[in-house]
């Protein structure tokens, strides 16, 4: 009777536990929201004998093919092998196919046609295929990011997932200036980030209070402007090495790299390492606080132009995206007669390395190259000056898009000068309509930037960015008329599981059921 009851027990306990895997393919979960999602009869199922097979000999596609073995392989143990297509694919088959014929699904997008025996991927281009594996991976139960070894069924539902993003740029930017940041964390971001589709990482390299990037030309930048941070640790910096490191990972993953140099303000880390650069010649001391608009490169000399053509050189040839972002914020001490012709110039400077200008929305108040894009972060009025020259513009609003904005006034990290940003206010905007006299048509993208004042490792940044970023991604990257609220918070929600698994230390906002 006794041992009855424990079997009893028993068996009501595992049926507790087995959450049983989906029967149709619903995507419920899936961010950012998909294009369109059709289920189809059956099940596809991933075992020990699968095989991923790419279409055609490539390193690239191979790259790719090898990248889903690898995600797959701790949490399921299988080692899946990666082989170049020829005939049949068996039951339980990856097919990565890069074909021309969909024109619709662009540069990134991609299809997903999942059966009973295989789940084929195909896309335009590479990019397309790296976007439909971060599917692929939130198709599958979460525990599929896990990394030890977890046990089965690895099951999808079959139908057809069709997808391509809203905008060609969403991207973060990390500030590894304020506090300094080392490679293994700028590689876990990259990571977090690629698994939901964003593919532009602007990192912020210098400030009044760190330089963290090798220039050969003026090594003292570093040697002395990148040996502290705030609050007066050691700070740190990317030999050129490290940086071009970064700038493989990133690309391995389809993210661009954005490098940029803040100028003429922010530079007191640059003016402590070189008296020249000061107008009256004597270096100023290393600065560990958090003020901001208090520095100036001084704008009348001829060497402050010779060391922006060396930084701006080197990082060119280490950077193979095409932009350089130029900062140009908050120069309260650069009078604007002079502002105006530093940021013109610098632009000449910047073409003269073969590499096009990005700068916060005060640049906008100089004379645009055609080519330029301006980043709007706070005034609106400088944005639209940008948009009448023809510029395009890459949208982070301070009050929508700011990653160090507190959730709300119980956050001890981060600021709240633009307003507490919870997880429903950092959703629901549109940058197509946020700014009058800014429509999609002069949109590049949107960018959520993580400034890192109060940030100081990775567990502080995972708070701050996650659930924030998926947000982002999906405001990025799915068209406005199938994003709302209600339907988001419901799918940020079912994250909950991935985020663990991923370790990712994630605020638990309360208008989540998590
Ligand atoms: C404004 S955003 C700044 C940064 C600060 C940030 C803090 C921008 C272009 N400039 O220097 O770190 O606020 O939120």
């Known amino acids: 009777m006794f041992r009855s009851f424990l079997m009893f027990s028993f068996i009501a306990l595992q049926i507790t536990v087995i959450a049983l895997p989906p029967t149709e393919l619903s995507g419920s979960g899936i961010i950012p929201k998909p294009v369109s999602i059709i ?54 088959d990856f097919i990565l196919a890069i074909s021309s014929e969909d024109t619709q699904l662009g540069n990134e997008g991609y299809q997903i046609t999942i059966t009973p025996k295989a ?215 650069t009078k604007l007669e002079d502002y105006i012709p530093f940021v013109n110039k610098v632009q000449t400077i910047v073409a003269s390395v073969g590499k096009q200008v990005i700068g916060w929305d005060e640049i906008a108040l100089s004379t645009l190259k055609p080519n330029s894009f301006v980043q709007f972060w706070a005034k609106a009025d400088n944005a639209i000056k940008g948009v009448k020259q023809g510029a395009k513009v890459i949208m982070s609003p301070a009050a929508n898009a700011y990653l160090d904005m507190k959730y709300n006034s119980t956050t001890n990290l981060g600021l709240n000068w633009a307003g507490y940003i919870e997880v429903d206010k950092g959703y629901s905007w549109d940058p197509a309509t946020l700014v009058p006299g800014i429509g999609k048509e002069n949109i590049l993208g949107i960018e959520a930037p993580l400034w890192s004042e109060t940030i100081t490792n990775m567990e502080e940044l995972e708070y701050m960015v996650f659930p924030r970023l998926p947000g982002y991604a999906e405001i990025g990257w799915s068209s406005p008329a199938v994003r709302n609220w209600q339907d988001y918070k419901t799918r940020l929600g079912k994250q909950n599981e991935r985020f663990k698994a991923l370790q990712i230390d994630y605020y638990p906002s309360k208008l989540v059921q998590w």
């Not at 099940?43 to 790259?63: C, D, R, V, Y």
């Open 39 to 92: 289920a189809a009869d059956g099940i596809f199922a991933l075992t020990e004998k699968s095989n991923i097979f790419i279409s055609g000999e490539s390193a690239e596609l191979m790259q790719i093919g090898k990248y889903l073995s690898q995600k797959l392989q701790p949490s399921t143990g299988f080692g899946l092998a990666v082989k170049t297509f020829e005939g049949k694919p068996a039951s339980g």
């Open 119 to 333: 789940v084929n991927l195909i896309a335009n281009k590479p990019a397309g295929l790296f976007n439909g594996i971060q599917t692929i991976r939130q198709l599958f139960p979460a525990k599929i990011e896990m990394s030890t070894l977890q046990q089965g069924p690895w099951e999808i539902p079959a139908g057809i997932i069709r997808d391509y993003p809203e905008y060609p740029f969403r991207g973060v930017m990390l500030d590894v200036a304020r506090h300094f940041f080392q490679v293994d964390d700028v590689k876990r971001y990259i990571d977090l980030m690629a698994s939901y589709k964003m593919n532009v990482m602007h990192l912020h390299l210098s400030d009044d209070q760190g330089w963290r990037i090798e220039i050969k030309k003026w090594p003292k930048l570093t040697s002395i402007g990148g040996s502290t941070q705030v609050g007066g640790g050691k700070g740190g910096f990317y030999s050129q090495e490290q940086y071009s490191d970064i700038v493989k990972y990133a690309a391995e993953r389809f993210i661009m790299i954005i490098p940029e140099i803040d100028m003429p303000g922010h530079t007191n880390a640059a003016l402590a390492s070189y008296p020249e650069l000061n107008c009256n010649d004597k270096a100023t001391e290393l600065y560990t606080g958090t003020k901001v608009g208090f520095s100036s490169l001084c704008t009348s000399k001829e060497i402050t132009y010779q060391f922006i053509t060396d930084v701006f050189g080197e990082l060119a040839a280490l950077t193979p995206g095409p932009y350089l972002h130029i900062g140009g914020d908050e120069s309260h001490v």
